[in-house]
């Protein structure tokens, strides 16, 4: 019996050391095989940029993990089609870097989202010309193992239309055209156009100043002519003006920039004719100060304490000097109307002024003071498109809330159509 | 002349209004060109424009020292300043230290205007308060909401606020986060279709106030 016991004692112990021999030999072969690099490598131009990129696509592997690594390789194309002596560029873990990840949106990726990129750009060591052919190859390493693809031969050039953006362009274009729309429907009949209670303001500021015989100061803000709140600003201007030179009242114009002075010297002189006093225009009612934020403000502090306008209006964009210029307005008594599209400082011109334009009521002034056709018309179109926008918040919201509370994937498809779209 | 001072401008505008607008979406470095040197153009019509300033700066303050208007002497100290600047600008050859040694202008600029801006935007500090001890005077409605949500955000922004009422960071954070910003949204949304809409109005020559009112 412990003879039959040794021997099955042996045999127990050859069993266990036979399977971990071979397990040992499996695992053995295994890291013995080779890596196989992707098949379907592709290397292009970057699509919808200015030059000097290429782009590589190639589809997922199954070993891909933090692991296993690719190298982006590439030679000037002057060199062997050997990729292994071509110069590495990135290297990066296998599990990253998918079509999904990059800013393309769904209508311009030239590969299915599940599918890895990466674009090769000038700097860093890399100098892709316009127009010179390049080989570009990608290696797979684990360990010290070591799998190329074969080399792909590229050109990076640049492209003459970025279709990334043309949502935007196509957005652009819909809202135009509803606009131009509601233009035509406002020439045939009227529309009714909400109080703003800031411009129905404007010819009492201006009636009051002539009251008391003291000017009107009026601010186009820190910008210049190429901004659109300093060209809204201006011609609120032709308004005021226009109302000013009706009344008798002075007006004074103090600029940061001299070519929204010579604009607005335009705007006043035009605005005095059309009033029939064009004897009472001063060309120095608009004049300019200074281009230094706070030189400016203490300026028109200065005019403000010692010439006590009765009326001030501060239009067009706004930095740290509103609650300055306001709050010393304010002190002197005088009635302020304020109209910013400069988000961060409308709660100083709420705090301080008499009445605020907030963000579009600026852009809407010039409508609602005229009440031409033309104008009321674009407002109508202005607020078709915010219609449009808060029923795709909506939706939205509807989806996203959909999605979280049944545990589905579909709303985000329509999400991520939104998301790109937008 | 009618047709050079509407058409030709109304004309010009509509062709670069397209041509820019256009210029957003061709990535071509031909494109990129273009832009770098009208942006180059704008500089230097900037510069003309400045003499343009500066002269209507002396031409007013010229006048006001001639009729010795009220606070003429304000005129005089301008000019005196803007001429000794200019003089000593010159003289330093526009450079504010030469071999680590400041210059005149460098002195004028770093002892003289840089306190002056300081002290401009120091007295911020005084007129916020002024400010918001006249708009949280709880004398309406809003007033009320607004003087309460203040004093919540105020209090969830330093640490000693936080200690004493501990949920204030949360509720202040909410404050920010969901009231404030999807307020500050609703402006910009509005902002971007106003400034949007007031560009095609200039393009197609529907607002055409800022060249001068009047409609032909």
């Known amino acids: 019996m412990p003879e039959i016991r040794r021997h099955s004692g042996a045999v127990v112990v050859g ?42 696509i190639w589809p997922p592997a199954p070993y891909d993990s933090k692991d296993v690594r690719y190298q982006v390789l590439l030679s000037d194309g002057t060199n062997t089609p050997d990729p292994s002596t071509f110069k590495v560029v990135t290297e990066f873990p296998s599990d990253s870097k998918y079509v999904r990840e990059s800013k393309w949106p769904w209508w311009s990726r030239p590969a299915g989202p599940e599918q890895h990129q990466y674009t090769l750009k000038n700097g860093k060591g890399v100098e892709l010309k316009d127009g010179a052919a390049y080989l570009v190859a990608l290696a797979v390493v684990s360990g010290d193992r070591r799998a190329f693809t074969s080399a792909i031969q590229a050109t990076p050039a640049p492209n003459w239309m970025n279709w990334n953006q043309i949502n935007n362009l196509f957005l652009a274009l819909l809202f135009g055209a509803i606009v131009f729309y509601a233009i035509s429907v406002a020439k045939k009949r009227d529309i009714f156009l909400r109080r703003i209670p800031g ?17 009107i100061l009026y601010l186009t803000g ?19 003006a226009k109302r000013a030179a009706g009344y008798e009242t002075d007006l004074l114009v103090p600029h940061r920039d001299p070519i929204t002075m010579a604009v607005c010297q335009e705007i006043t002189k035009q605005a005095y004719l059309e009033a029939g006093k064009p004897d009472l225009f001063k ?103 915010k219609a449009l926008i808060l029923g795709v918040l909506a939706v939205g919201t509807v989806l996203a809330t959909a999605g979280a509370v049944l545990d589905t994937q579909w709303p985000q498809l329509f999400l991520d159509v939104f998301k790109d779209v937008k | ?51 343009l300033g500066v002269s209507s700066l002396f031409h007013v303050h010229a006048v006001k020292i001639r009729r010795k208007e009220a606070g003429w002497g304000y005129s005089l100290v301008l000019y005196a300043s803007m001429v000794a600047t200019i003089v000593v600008g010159l003289w330093a050859n526009g450079k504010e230290a030469v071999d680590g040694t400041m210059t005149a202008f460098g002195w004028m600029y770093n ?47 330093v640490p000693l606020g936080e200690y004493l009422i501990p949920l204030s960071g949360d509720v202040s954070q909410w404050i920010l986060n969901v009231l404030n910003a999807s307020v500050r949204r609703a402006i910009l949304i509005g902002v971007s279709l106003g400034t949007v809409a007031l560009s095609f109005k200039i393009i197609f020559g529907v607002e055409r106030s800022y060249l001068g009112g009047g409609k032909e």
């Not at chain 1, 890291?31 to 699509?47: G, K, M």
């Not at chain 1, 129905?200 to 003291?214: N, P």
């Not at chain 1, 600003?233 to 032709?238: D, E, F, N, P, R």
């Not at chain 2, 009618?2 to 470095?29: D, E, N």
């Open chain 2, 111 to 157: 002892y003289m205007m840089v306190p002056l801006q300081g002290t401009m935007f120091a007295i911020l500090a005084f007129f916020i308060a002024s400010a918001a001890y006249r708009s949280f005077r709880a004398r309406s409605r809003e007033a009320a909401v607004l003087l309460v949500a203040a004093i919540i955000v105020m209090m969830g922004r």
């Open chain 1, 283 to 385: 060309d120095d009612a608009n004049f300019f100060i200074t281009t230094d934020q706070f030189s400016y403000t203490a300026a028109v502090d200065g005019i403000m304490l010692r010439k006590k306008p009765a009326a001030n209006f501060f239009m067009g964009a706004y930095f740290a000097e509103s609650l300055l210029l306001t709050e010393t307005g304010a002190s002197t008594g005088a009635i302020q109307i304020a109209g910013t599209d400069s988000d961060h400082q409308l709660p100083f011109f709420v705090t301080t002024c008499d009445y605020t334009l907030i963000g579009e009521e600026l852009y809407a002034a010039s409508a609602y003071l005229s009440r031409e056709p033309i104008q009321v018309g674009t407002l109508r179109g202005q607020d078709i498109g």
């Open chain 1, 222 to 240: 820190a910008h210049d002519m190429s901004d659109p709140s300093t060209i809204a600003a201006a011609v609120i201007l032709g308004r005021v």
């Open chain 2, 1 to 51: 002349m009618i047709f050079l001072r509407r058409q030709m401008p109304l004309l010009i505008t509509l062709i670069t209004g397209l041509v820019f607008a256009g210029q957003y979406y061709v990535p071509h470095p031909a494109s990129e060109q273009m832009l770098t040197s009208v942006t180059k153009w704008l500089q230097i019509i900037g510069g003309f424009a400045l003499i």
């Open chain 1, 199 to 215: 411009l129905d303001a404007v010819d009492e500021a201006i009636g009051r100043s002539t009251e008391l015989g003291k000017p």
């Open chain 1, 15 to 56: 069993v266990l050391l036979c399977c971990c021999g071979l397990s040992g030999l499996s695992s053995s072969v295994s890291a013995q095989q080779p890596l196989a690099p992707p098949q379907d490598f592709r290397v292009l131009d970057t699509p919808s940029d200015g030059g000097g990129s290429l782009t590589l």
